[in-house]
Nanobody, 119 residues
Framework: VQLQAFGGGLVQAGGSLRLSCAASGRTFSSDTMAWLRQALGKEREFVAAISWGGGSTNYAGSVKGRFTISRDVAKNTVYLQMNSLKPEDTAVYFC?????????????WGQGTLVTVSS
């Protein structure tokens, strides 16, 4: 399984970015795709997730109403639209896959893309 995340960059507070994660290597129809992030000196935290088959979504409270996760089944790509960005959103963002029935929360990880929000 390969997950390639891109789209990070430097943006001013209040701005927007869209992250993309291109996935390949398995059939994801029963999987959950997610974005997690890790700020410098902090633990990795959940941001948002989407079920690949049904499209149901889940968000961390800190991003609800500002971030939107979506997927394009035909392109095997998951997106994270981030609006109203805040300096505290600065982190490396990772896409991940959770396999249905797996004992692990997340089974596959992408390499991460850095998002920096300046004040």
């Amino acid at each position: 399984v390969q997950l390639q995340a891109f789209g990070g960059g430097l943006v001013q507070a209040g701005g927007s970015l869209r992250l993309s994660c291109a996935a390949s290597g398995r059939t994801f129809s029963s999987d959950t795709m997610a974005w997690l992030r890790q700020a410098l000196g902090k633990e990795r935290e959940f941001v948002a997730a989407i079920s690949w088959g049904g499209g149901s979504t889940n968000y961390a409270g800190s991003v609800k109403g500002r971030f939107t996760i979506s997927r394009d089944v035909a392109k095997n790509t998951v997106y994270l639209q981030m609006n109203s960005l805040k300096p505290e959103d600065t982190a490396v963002y990772f896409c991940a896959v959770g396999v249905r029935g797996s004992p692990r929360s997340w089974d596959y990880w992408g390499q991460g893309t850095l998002v920096t929000v300046s004040s």
